[in-house]
């Protein structure tokens, strides 16, 4: 999971290779980012007392 990193950051800079090959993991990081920024990343004051 660790060699994902770069090209989820370059992902999340908007950097990603626009080739880049389209497989479970498209579906799966999509997951993780979304879980990332929920549970990481909450909006201040949004989110924060929310839940």
């Known amino acids: ?3 994902n990193e770069g090209a989820r950051n370059q992902w999340l800079r ?3 290779a626009p080739h880049q090959p389209h497989h479970m993991n498209t579906k799966r990081g999509a997951l993780i980012l979304y879980y990332h920024f929920f ?3 909450p909006v201040k004051g949004r989110r924060a007392g929310e839940s």
Request: proline residues 0%; hydrophobic residues 45%.
């Open 39 to 41: 549970l990481f990343r």
């Open 14 to 16: 908007g950097e990603a």
């Open 1 to 3: 999971m660790r060699r």
